[in-house]
């Protein structure tokens, strides 16, 4: 007996370390390769079909990119394309603009068709109810009344459609407002701090409005509230004021959502620019309801670049994804998902896909909750790189398949990151933890 060692027992006794049980999640048990699952525990995975509808040139032409890519046409192609990437999540945007015809009137006649087809395919949506754009009939984002009408509009969705769980009220709620009212690129065109103000806090209040009326109807809906992650740098000796207030900016939309005070320059920016002490105070009251999922936007271009002269330059991943998330991460303590990223060239997109994993990879193994990522979108875009602004009916190649639905080598890439990684959890170790479907309930943040 003394001459043999334990391990010589051990494989005498159980085999040549085959052991009973090990299939269960120990060494023998799956690593989370092969295509994502049906299943709540799962990682999630995701496209998007771009949705965007704001108006230019004064309110006279609709950039609707349903109708430009072609969706409205082969939308029934478009889901089972999703199904054929193996993804079983997908962000998707019905037409708030011509659904919401006028108070308390709807036009369901598309939006009934494509959520039936979604429902049938076993499709997950996160479901994005303002992109960009309003009804005519509200004009803008200047409008006191957006709030409670826009409320409305969601209650009338959640009625419709009960078996949704996932929604995005309003999406990029910073992005909508310095385009549309700081920029001067749509819908009010403005180039005004006030304007900007506005805009910002009635898309808050109107994301916060319909939170409240989705939970009143679905207590445990998951609202993944998708924001541009956003970061400029200066190549200055001595730091701008500008540039350091708009630093402090990007996080404003947040900050009103999730109630968290923000520095006393930018209260007293808002203060300056047009929101009452007492609308302050209802943003501060609290967290909207239901569980809350903080979606990070990272495209390169969201970071740039203010050299000496005052010109501004794109520059390209210089922080990425993974850095200024954190920023984002350790400012709110929310469960974090990558909720769009692209590039405009078509051969570097593989090499990106890549590289926003490498982002997430890390960013989970540093003990953040990423729940999830998305490649946006699923087919190709109109304009982009004008942001809208101009009609050139210019090709964006950032799609995983073409116009025609022809797959870019994007899709492949993302092919093979699902078959490497598509059964891993929603968090490390995430079997051991409830997936309930019960009321949400709990607010405290340790």
């Known amino acids: ?26 060494a023998g048990g799956h690593d989370g390769s092969g295509p994502p699952q049906d299943n709540p525990a799962n990682f999630m995975f995701a496209t998007g079909i771009e949705c965007s509808y704001p108006t230019i040139q004064k309110g006279k032409v609709r950039r609707d990119q349903l109708r430009e ?7 029934k192609e478009d889901l089972g394309l999703v199904k ?8 998707y945007g019905l037409p708030y603009y011509s659904i919401h015809q006028a108070p308390g009137k709807f036009d369901w006649s598309f939006a009934d068709e494509v959520m039936r087809e979604i429902k049938r395919l076993k499709i997950t949506p996160i479901l994005d109810l303002m992109h960009f754009g309003v009804p005519d009939w509200i004009e803008n984002f200047q409008n006191p009344e957006l709030p409670i009408h826009f409320a409305d509009y969601a209650a009338a969705v959640a009625d419709r459609y009960p078996w949704v769980r996932f929604y995005t009220p309003v999406n990029e709620i910073y992005v909508t407002a310095r385009i549309s009212a700081k920029d001067g690129v749509w819908n009010e065109q403005l180039k005004t701090d006030k304007g900007f103000v506005t805009a910002l806090k009635h898309c808050a ?7 409240q009326q989705i939970a009143k109807r679905r207590n445990d809906c998951v609202i993944v509230q998708s924001e541009s992650a956003e970061f400029t740098h ?10 350091a207030l708009e630093n402090e900016l990007r996080f404003l939309s947040l900050d009103l959502l999730y109630a968290n005070p923000p520095s006393a320059t930018v209260g007293m920016y808002l203060l300056d620019n047009g929101m009452s002490r007492e609308e302050y105070n209802w943003f501060m009251a609290g967290k909207p309801p239901g569980y809350q999922i903080m979606g990070n936007d990272y495209y390169g271009r969201n970071e740039r670049i203010r050299l000496a002269d005052g010109s501004i330059q794109t ?25 769009e990223t692209n590039v405009f060239e078509a051969d570097q997109a593989p090499i990106w896909l890549y590289k926003q994993w490498v982002g997430v990879m890390k960013m989970r193994r540093d003990g953040v909750p990423v729940l999830g990522f998305t490649w946006y979108s699923l087919i190709d875009q109109i ?64």
């Open 84 to 91: 054929e990437m193996g993804l079983n999540v997908l962000r």
């Open 205 to 211: 209040a109107a994301s916060i409005m319909a939170n």
């Open 315 to 339: 520059s390209m991943d210089v922080l990425g994804w993974y850095e200024i998330t954190k920023d984002y991460y350790e400012r709110y303590r929310m469960p974090v998902m990558h909720t």
């Open 383 to 446: 304009d982009w790189d004008s942001q809208l602004g101009e009609l050139n009916n210019h090709v964006n190649e950032c799609g995983l398949f073409d116009l025609d639905r022809k797959p870019r080598p994007v899709a492949e890439a993302y092919k093979s990151l699902l078959n490497e990684f598509g059964q891993i959890t929603v968090v490390p170790y995430g079997e051991v933890l409830e997936l309930t479907d019960r009321p949400a309930r709990l607010k405290v943040q340790v």
């Open 1 to 26: 007996m003394a001459n043999k060692g334990f391990l010589d027992i051990i494989k005498k006794k159980y085999g040549d370390g085959n052991y009973d049980g090990d299939q269960f999640g120990g």
């Open 234 to 243: 200066e190549l200055y000796a001595k730091p701008s004021p500008q540039v």
């Open 69 to 75: 890519c072609g969706h409205y046409d082969r939308w």
